[in-house]
Each structure stands twice: as structure tokens, then as C-alpha cells.
């Protein structure tokens, strides 16, 4: 006998039953789980009507070179800083890089990793000024351990640094809805962190957003561990309270490499985060492109920390949702997740502000990490600073094979990384190795024969070569 399919209320009351008695999760996270989903079954998706889409103005998407110059004396500066937090979004682990741990703990430069820099970065704010600018880190439970070891050796810094973790979800089993820890899954596959949109509920349980309040601090600063661009800036800050806005985005012009990022769009009065996922088919290629959809979220956001706490605390912070299938023990699996830049729309007076491309470096795979590591880039006080000496805006488009895709494998190819301030693309395959001082020019193409070790000699130049073996360098 056909078992009757469930109404989406019965889904939703077994599940609360369920959910219940999972003792791992705390009743916030229990009420924020449930919340999601109820969202989710009642199909409140939100569908853009495309032809009210706007392009918005200069008031609402700032163009950064017309914001005020900052406060010229120290003591005007510390006082703005004493106003701000940066927290890092720590929760990815380095796994597509073929690292264990956390993702900032991959070394970027010079023996630092990410994590080394940013505290570096923040600790010569906090002596030039006599400020205090804390880190806050949000791990997930994927990484907060490690992290906690980590950050014991920044102890004597002259810095406040504080984890928290961002809620622990239980992975939905397709077939019946039921929570996949209740299936016996009890190891870290039954469960999921629930996207970067969970920071500002996580902020509030963790009791870190009444703490900081209380301390006088006013706005946070929240960024990518990974982007190395994203660093504090005093004339966004300044603007921000200038002006009263309690939300600010940070976009940036997009390339053809970034067609598929989100963009801002003023809708129905509001500005607002556009996703490709909510573009109606027929308009996807539209979406993409440069001409019509000139900018993109860079995932650097600004916002008030009291605007947070009001609208965390009247549940309203209704971000779109975004269904993420995965699948565990060949068991087909759902995992609901929200995007904080979705979050523009609830706030007052919300902005964009399109800054240089400079504040987007984010290192995502091993051919970021080899632009960061070469003489495009010098370090000076933590800032990896872009070498004046590159006379193109763009960076070189980089694309390395699978050979080079762990970061231990890339390191172990590369005797020192080549120079490339004149180089505009790189294309490497199959089994290449490369010696120290090598310079690349123009457009390099490198591809090994099959089953043959490809050696690129010690102090060459490539210049507009394309190389199958020896012969040709």
C-alpha cells in the first residue's frame, strides 16, 4: 500500500518533535532551524519582477572617490575607530586547497597566513591611534577548535580577539524530512553551518553584540577571512556615521570574472541584493552582463551594531533562503543557508558604496595565491599592497592545472614564484615544475606532454610563448 504524502504542516510538526530532542543544539538554534524551514515550506521565495528593477543612483550606490575626506588629526581618528569592530568570517575550512583546518591558516606571504595579517593590520591601527579595534572571529563548528589553539599565540598582541560560533543546523533528509542526526548519522556529516547570513542572530546569542554595545562601539566591519583587500577603511567608517546609514555594502566593478556575483538593484523604493538564483531564466544573460549590471557584492559589509540587535530581536530579518542539496552516505540531503549581503533591504537607510577594485583580493584557489605571492604584490604593516610598477588595473587571468590545485603540490612546482608585473594570462597543464627567477610577459601558455615531466629552467624569460617541451622555451 502508497504511504499518503505529508501536508507541509505534518512535515513541520514531525520535524519540531524531532528536532527536540537533539541535545547538541541549543534552544535558539532549535527556534532558528525551525524558523528556516517553516520559511522554506511556505514557498515564500522571493521572485523579482524584472521590469521594476532599477539601476540605482549615485545617492544610493556611493561611488567611492566622492566620499569626505577623513578627520586630519589622531585624536579625531581614534574616536572613530573606538567606534568599530572587525569580525572575520572564519567558518570555511581549506579544503578545496587541500588544507586541514581552518582556511586562514593557509600561509599567504612571507611564512604569514591570513590570520597572522589581519591581526598584524589591526594591531598597527590599535598603536599608531591608542585605539582599541577588536577582532571578532565567527567560526563554525567545523573550524572553532582549531581556532581556538591558533589564537592563543597572538595572547601578548596588542589586540582584543574574540570566537564565537555561528549555529550548528541539522542536514534535512530529503526523502522524509527528517533531521539526519536522528538517522543515526552522529559525526559531523548529520550537520551544517547555515551561511554567512547566520552572523547576525549568532552575534546576538553568543551575547558578544551586548557586550560590544556596552562598550560603546557602534558599527562592525564584516569581511571573508580569505580577502586580503578587505581592510578597515576610515572614510567608509566616517561616511557611515555621517551620514546615519545603518547597512553599507561594498561593490565593485565587475569583470567577466565576476558575472556571476550578486548585484545591487533599487527595487519597489529599496535597495536591494540581486542574486543569479532569483534571475528568471530568460534574463540570466542579461544578469550577466557588464553592460546592464556593472557591479558586484565584494561580501564586505558594514553595518550598525544597535540596528542589528533591533531587528535580530523582532525576528526580521527575513533573508532570502538558499537551498544547498549535498548528499551523505548516498542519502540525498538538504541544507538551508542565508547570504548576510541579502540582509541590505531591512535596514534604514541603507547604501553601496562602489570602491576600488584594490578591496577585493580574495584568494580561493592556488592561482590567487600565486598573483599574492609575486611582485605584483609588496607587504608592508600586514596590507598586501599592489606594486605600483603593474601599469594595468586588471590583474593577470591565471589558470593552473589539477596538478597544481593543493597548495602543498603548488609550493612544491614553484622554486620561487616567477616574476609577472608584465604578464597579462598564464595557462599551465600536466606535470610542469618551474625553476627560481623566471619572469613571464604577455600571454604564456605551458602544456607537458602526457606522462612527460615538463622543467622550466632557472632566470628565464617567457615572453607571448606558447611551450609543449624544451625546445620551445
Known amino acids: 500500500m502508497a504511504t499518503a504524502t505529508l501536508t507541509d504542516t505534518e512535515k513541520l510538526t514531525k520535524l519540531q518533535a524531532s528536532v527536540a530532542g537533539l541535545n547538541q543544539i541549543s534552544e535558539n538554534e532549535k527556534f532558528g532551524f525551525i524558523n528556516l524551514v517553516s520559511r522554506y515550506l511556505s514557498g515564500e521565495a522571493q521572485h523579482v519582477e524584472w521590469s521594476k528593477i532599477q539601476t540605482p543612483t549615485d545617492e544610493v550606490v556611493v561611488p567611492y572617490e566622492r566620499l569626505a575626506p577623513t578627520p586630519d588629526t589622531p585624536e579625531e581618528t581614534k574616536k572613530l575607530l573606538d567606534k568599530l569592530v572587525v569580525l572575520k568570517l572564519n567558518g570555511g575550512l581549506g579544503t578545496t586547497m ?65 570566537t564565537f560560533n555561528q549555529s550548528q543546523y541539522p542536514r534535512l533528509v530529503v526523502e522524509d524530512f527528517h533531521p539526519l542526526p536522528c538517522k543515526g548519522v552522529t559525526g559531523k556529516d548529520g550537520w551544517y553551518p547555515p551561511g554567512h547570513g547566520d552572523v547576525f542572530p549568532s552575534l546576538m546569542n553568543s551575547c558578544k553584540l551586548d557586550a560590544l554595545l556596552a562598550k560603546g562601539k557602534e558599527y562592525v566591519f564584516i569581511a571573508n577571512s580569505d580577502n586580503l583587500g578587505a581592510i578597515v577603511d576610515l572614510k567608509i567608517l566616517n561616511h557611515l556615521i555621517n551620514n546615519k546609514n545603518e547597512y553599507c555594502m561594498e561593490v565593485t ?31 540570466v544573460n542579461e ?68 570602491v576600488p577594485r584594490s578591496r577585493f583580493l580574495p584568494v580561493k584557489a592556488t592561482s590567487d595565491l600565486l598573483l599574492v605571492q609575486s611582485d605584483l604584490y609588496t607587504l608592508t604593516d600586514g596590507f598586501v599592497i599592489r606594486n605600483k610598477a603593474r601599469t594595468n588595473p586588471a590583474n593577470p587571468s591565471v589558470e593552473l592545472g589539477p596538478e597544481f590545485k593543493k597548495v602543498g603540490d603548488f609550493l612544491r612546482r614553484f622554486k ?23 619572469t613571464l610577459k604577455g600571454n604564456v601558455t605551458i602544456a607537458a606532454k602526457s606522462g612527460v615531466k615538463l622543467e622550466i629552467p632557472d632566470g628565464v624569460v617567457l615572453e607571448n610563448k606558447s611551450i609543449n617541451g624544451p625546445e620551445d622555451i
Open 416 to 438: 620561487s614564484i616567477p616574476s609577472i608585473i608584465e604578464l597579462d594570462s598564464l595557462k599551465v597543464s600536466g606535470d610542469v615544475w618551474f625553476g627560481a627567477n623566471i
Open 287 to 354: 544578469f550577466k552582463s557588464i553592460e546592464k549590471f556593472k557591479i558586484f557584492n565584494t561580501n564586505n559589509l558594514w553595518v550598525n551594531l544597535s540596528a542589528i540587535k533591533r531587528l535580530v530581536e523582532a525576528d526580521a530579518l527575513k533573508m532570502e533562503i538558499i537551498p544547498n542539496p549535498k548528499e551523505v552516505n548516498g542519502m540525498k540531503v538538504l541544507q538551508l543557508e542565508t547570504a548576510a549581503g541579502a540582509a541590505i533591504r531591512f535596514f534604514h537607510n541603507a547604501i553601496g558604496i562602489n
Open 253 to 283: 566593478p565587475k569583470t567577466l570574472a565576476d558575472v556571476k556575483g550578486g548585484t545591487l538593484i533599487s527595487y519597489e523604493g529599496k535597495v536591494q541584493l540581486l542574486e543569479i538564483a532569483q534571475v528568471p531564466d530568460e534574463h
Open 98 to 162: 587541500g588544507c586541514t583546518g581552518p582556511k586562514s591558516v593557509i600561509e599567504v606571504r612571507n611564512g604569514l597566513t591570513f590570520l597572522d595579517l589581519i591581526v598584524i593590520q589591526i594591531e598597527s591601527l590599535n598603536s599608531k591611534y591608542g585605539c582599541n579595534v577588536p577582532l571578532l572571529l565567527m567560526n563554525s563548528f567545523n573550524t572553532h577548535d582549531d581556532t581556538q589553539k591558533i589564537v592563543e599565540k597572538y595572547s601578548k598582541s596588542n589586540i582584543e580577539i574574540h
